[in-house]
């Protein structure tokens, strides 16, 4: 089925590969900015750094094609803007308080309930984006058990089960809430609500870097969504994509 209004064009699938690789084609072949994917299942959802994203039936997963005018070094701030826009719609979907951990997870009691993934295609002569794809993927209800390994770290929006009507909603919530900031990514008005609903903010986490594993605390969130820490007296700035970050 296809929804077309003046802001989004939005196809939705049962089961896809990955709703980032649908929309990858559809940008390839011109699809504007505001065309949506979505879909019920996954059998091949990507998360970050290489890992498999968990998405089976009772998840929304979703991606949408952007074509922002800035440089590709800056992407970081679609994804933080859009960490943003998912957190406040799961709130108001599910009543539940929900925050974010640098720099893509959104997390509710301690645990995580979304993931973004944004991916960029460069033209090479300017080091611009020529589009953005933005993935997120969000557990909405318990229709079936998630997998051993992620079972103590996951959690669902609801308990029980939710309706078409709650499915459509929080679409519609992300979408609106996204493409406020995204208007106005230049201004980074997102990065207010970013720092205020981090976790990790003055918490002591570990990271492997090189081979090493660090211990650290986190002292911030800088203007360019990096994490400020500080190790031994010493301040280390961590760019998204680089590494992952784990609470200790
Ligand atoms: C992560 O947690 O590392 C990011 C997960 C991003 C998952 C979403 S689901 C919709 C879109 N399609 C994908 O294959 N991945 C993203």
Redesign the pocket.
Known sequence: MTENNSKFNIIYYDSVD???NIAKALANGGAREGTVVVAKR?T?????LG?Q?Y?EEGGL???VILRPEILAENAVQITAAAAVAVAKACEEVSGKKAFIKWV??IYIDSKKVS???CEGVINPENKTLSYAIL???INVENKTDFPLEIRDIATTLFEGTASEEVYKKLTFSILENFFKEYRALAHKTYLKEYRKRSILIGKEVTFEQNGDIHTARVIGIDDAARLILSENGNTIKLGAGEVSVKLK
Request: without cysteine.
């Open positions: 990955s709703t980032n996954q091949a959802g990507r998360g970050r890992r994203f998405s997963y979703l991606s893509n997870d993931g973004i993934l993935g997120i993927g």
